[in-house]
């Protein structure tokens, strides 16, 4: 499985910017997918995620600033981040679950994306 993540950047205080992350690859039965972030000196975090049911979940220090989505035919996910403040600044990296082959007999996995810089500029 391949995730190639999309979209960031540089952005002022309370500016917006739009995270894409397409899944690419043999793969079968994609779960959950979401974004986590790593700031410097500091351990990964979950950001967002999101079932195959589009039941979402969000960190508290963003709810209500940021919006997950999918679309399972083009097997993309999307965060769109308003408000953005400069504690938002971390590499943000896509998450996927799911069977990285063509047979369901296989077990599920773990699969993350190289990763993109947002900077948030106060």
């Known amino acids: 499985v391949q995730l190639q993540a999309s979209g960031g950047g540089l952005a002022q205080t309370g500016g917006s910017l739009r995270l894409s992350c397409v899944a690419s690859g043999t793969f079968s039965d994609l779960k959950d997918m979401g974004w986590y972030r790593q700031a410097p000196g500091k351990w990964r975090e979950s950001v967002a995620t999101?079932?195959?049911?589009?039941?979402?979940n969000y960190a508290d220090s963003v709810k209500g600033r940021f919006t997950i989505s999918r679309d399972d035919f083009k097997n993309t996910v999307w965060l769109q981040m308003n408000d953005l403040k400069p504690e938002d600044t971390a590499v943000y990296y896509c998450y996927a679950r799911a069977i990285g082959s063509a047979s369901l007999k296989d077990p599920m996995d773990d699969w993350w994306g190289q990763g993109t810089q947002v900077t948030v500029s106060s």
């Open positions: 999101i079932t195959t049911g589009h039941i979402t």
